[in-house]
């Protein structure tokens, strides 16, 4: 007759040879670390901005002024980009964030993926076609009141996960935009300005950044474009 003890020795062994016998797992790495979407909960797309009528209200609270002058500026005085997370910059973040199945690596680099260019209405295959656009272009807040703040202000500025600042959009766009205000460029996509003149303006308010009598007329008419 076999007693409790047997038959606990018995089991003890059994579940030892088991786990002789099982496969080994296999070695994690950088390919199969990026099979799975990292942070696939994140929010999709860019923080959406207050509606229109919101939009108006605040656009005609913000202090028009003309445009400060240059001197001094240099990109390095907004210190971006920040780090977010682990090996995550703000760069990576909105990547993943605005992006379509999105595979990253251990240092959180974009390796695969689609992203839709809201300004032009591109769809990009690579994240190398794609580029992290200030909506409001550092420069162009300096012109509006960014020259008179400190390091801390401007890098949250520069690194705003939080309003719709930071947005994925192709690398042409971003690049025949530069750091002009929406009297001088605005997206391709007509369709578009609605969200992008919302967001300027929420921006700017967010942030008490001036605006010239020209780019507020500007904005006004892109925002008569939310109505149609």
Known sequence: MITSRGWLRAA???????AFLAPAAAPATASTAASVPVHAGLRRAMPE?????VARTELGELNVEAAHAMTGYSRAKFPHWARQYGECDTREV???RDGQDVLQDDKC???QGTWYSEYD???LTASGQADVDHMVPLAAGWRAGADLWDTARRKQF????THSQLIAVSAASNRSKGDQTPDLWKPPLKSYWCTYS???????HVYELNVTEAE????????????N
């Open 94 to 96: 909105v990547l993943q």
């Open 109 to 111: 680099r974009a390796l």
């Open 49 to 53: 901005p207050p509606p229109a009528d």
């Open 12 to 18: 003890t062994a059994l579940v030892g040879l088991s």
């Open 198 to 204: 919302r967001a300027w303006i929420d921006v700017k």
């Open 216 to 227: 507020k007329a500007a904005l006004g008419e892109m925002l008569d474009t939310c109505e």
């Open 121 to 123: 209405g591109k769809t």
């Open 158 to 161: 520069a690194n705003d996960l």
